[in-house]
T-cell receptor, first 118, second 111 residues
Framework: NAGVMQNPRHLVRRRGQEARLRCSPM?????VYWYRQLPEEGLKFMVY????????ESGMPKERFSAEFPKEGPSILRIQQVVRGDSAAYFC????????????????FGSGTRLTVV | DAKTTQPPSMDCAEGRAANLPCNHS???????VYWYRQIHSQGPQYIIH???NNETNEMASLIITEDRKSSTLILPHATLRDTAVYYC????????????FGQGTRLTINP
């Protein structure tokens, strides 16, 4: 039973390029959450998605960032025209659902993607 | 989310019990308390959660006070691998739930 899979583990992009981060949730999980952790800082919520729907994007920067979770395939966090300040670890988590499902055991996190912008 | 307050850092000797406190005085009656930890650079790891009864699993025990205004995570026999940042979180009971991480407690287990 594979856990939450994130790829790539490490990603290097030059300023102005696009970064695509992928997250495959655990089998049977239809809810995905993205978090960002800047160097030496805490985890910051970015966006919460269900299949084909964005539920809460209150933590997403207003420009250059977007996320999707299509009916088929992984969830994608896309960062356009990356800048040095985007260098961070990006973590994805999944759960079977909100509320009572969450109370059965919380989220499962992936190992993260470390983005370095040069 | 109910606001949670944790000490920024704690130390514990290897083999002893590590007791990590968390205050959540504004928690409402149906909000759960969750504990996660993040070992250096890894993804956060779920530890345990509870509502009002004490809980125990293979990783830890969670003691919640009767008034639910505070809780304590107990690692009964801490090892060096338990060195991590520990987060206490109380997300809202309704609506679109998400876990909001605070600063947590940096626990250092000393040999």
């Amino acid at each position: 039973n594979a856990g939450v899979m994130q790829n790539p583990r490490h990603l290097v992009r030059r300023r102005g390029q696009e970064a695509r981060l992928r997250c495959s949730p655990m089998k049977g999980h239809s809810h995905v959450y993205w978090y960002r952790q800047l160097p030496e800082e805490g985890l910051k919520f970015m966006v919460y998605l269900q299949k084909e729907n964005i539920i809460d994007e209150s933590g997403m920067p207003k420009e250059r960032f977007s996320a999707e979770f299509p009916k088929e395939g992984p969830s994608i966090l896309r960062i356009q025209q990356v800048v040095r300040g985007d260098s961070a670890a990006y973590f994805c988590a999944s759960s079977p659902g909100p509320g009572p499902y969450l109370r059965r055991g919380g989220y499962t996190f992936g190992s993260g993607t470390r983005l370095t912008v040069v | 989310d109910a606001k949670t307050t944790q000490p920024p850092s704690m130390d514990c000797a290897e083999g002893r019990a590590a007791n990590l406190p968390c205050n959540h005085s504004t928690i409402s009656g149906n909000e759960y308390v969750y504990w996660y930890r993040q070992i250096h650079s890894q993804g956060p790891q779920y530890i345990i959660h509870g509502l009002k009864n004490n809980e125990t699993n293979e990783m830890a025990s969670l003691i919640i006070t009767e008034d639910r205004k505070s809780s304590t995570l107990i690692l009964p026999h801490a090892t060096l691998r338990d060195t991590a940042v520990y987060y206490c979180i109380a997300p809202p009971a309704g609506g679109a739930q998400k876990l909001v991480f605070g600063q947590g407690t940096r626990l250092t287990i000393n040999p």
